[in-house]
């Protein structure tokens, strides 16, 4: 018997609880751990900034002179005063900004693999949701908390939204167990770092829609 990957469907109107079949296969992937743990780090690494700079021997200003003669003096002999081994001197092997992309890569094939692996858990688990009728008149945190309260969230929770929803993202993006992002704006470390997963209707029928033919 062939299972058929279900969301929760919540209908934030009526406050009805159903289920709704998955489209596509796009939920019924088999989720291989070392392919997710590479698009993990692979996310990661992108958001990184690579802007940590130190400041090398030659980049230390300070005089070049030697700091004492060679011999007589007792002391082990040194040269200037911006040598590694002292004080404010400058830093051997530091860190330097690199040009141009680089660090950790994952190819398309095993990013897509590793997003709808993670997507298909989720609804393994039964933390998948599709809340319809989502329609707020007017920005409204306090119907937003409401709404999580009716549909048994604790959070964290992921909630993907469209541009028709942005009165609904008003509201729940003051919400500190919520993260609101846009169809695509977040990746296979979001999907995982989150309890349950919202979709809106609209955010739902665009993945389903925009990646049908792939």
């Given at each position: 018997m062939i299972r058929v990957a279900q969301a929760q469907l919540f209908d934030a109107k009526s406050g009805q609880k159903s289920s709704l079949e998955l489209e596509g296969g796009h939920f019924d992937v088999q989720p291989n751990e070392h392919v997710i743990h590479r698009a993990v780090v692979a996310e990661l690494d992108a958001k990184r900034r690579y802007t940590a700079s130190t400041k090398g021997r030659s980049e230390v200003r300070g005089s070049g002179a030697k700091l004492y003669r060679q011999k007589g003096t007792g002391r082990a002999r040194a040269g200037d005063i911006k040598t590694p081994i002292r004080i404010g001197g400058g830093t051997w092997g530091g860190p330097k900004p690199k040009p141009g992309r680089y660090g950790k890569r994952i190819?398309?094939?095993?990013?897509?693999?590793?997003?709808?692996?993670?997507?298909s858990a989720k609804a393994e688990d039964g933390e998948l949701y599709v809340l319809d009728s989502?329609?707020?008149?007017?920005?409204?945190?306090?119907?937003?908390?409401?709404?999580?309260?009716?549909?048994?969230?604790?959070?964290?929770?992921?909630?993907?939204?469209?541009?028709?929803?942005?009165?609904?993202?008003?509201?729940?993006?003051?919400?500190?167990?919520?993260?609101?992002?846009?169809?695509?704006?977040?990746?296979?470390?979001?999907?995982?770092?989150?309890?349950?997963?919202?979709?809106?209707?609209?955010?739902?029928?665009?993945?389903?829609?925009?990646?049908?033919?792939?």
């Open positions: 190819n398309r094939k095993e990013a897509r693999a590793a997003f709808y692996g993670a997507l989502m329609s707020f008149e007017a920005p409204s945190t306090k119907q937003a908390k409401a709404l999580l309260g009716n549909m048994g969230l604790e959070g964290p929770v992921l909630l993907v939204v469209t541009e028709e929803d942005e009165n609904a993202a008003l509201s729940f993006r003051n919400l500190p167990e919520v993260t609101v992002v846009g169809p695509r704006e977040y990746g296979v470390y979001e999907v995982l770092r989150s309890r349950e997963v919202v979709f809106s209707r609209a955010a739902y029928e665009r993945l389903t829609g925009n990646r049908e033919g792939e």
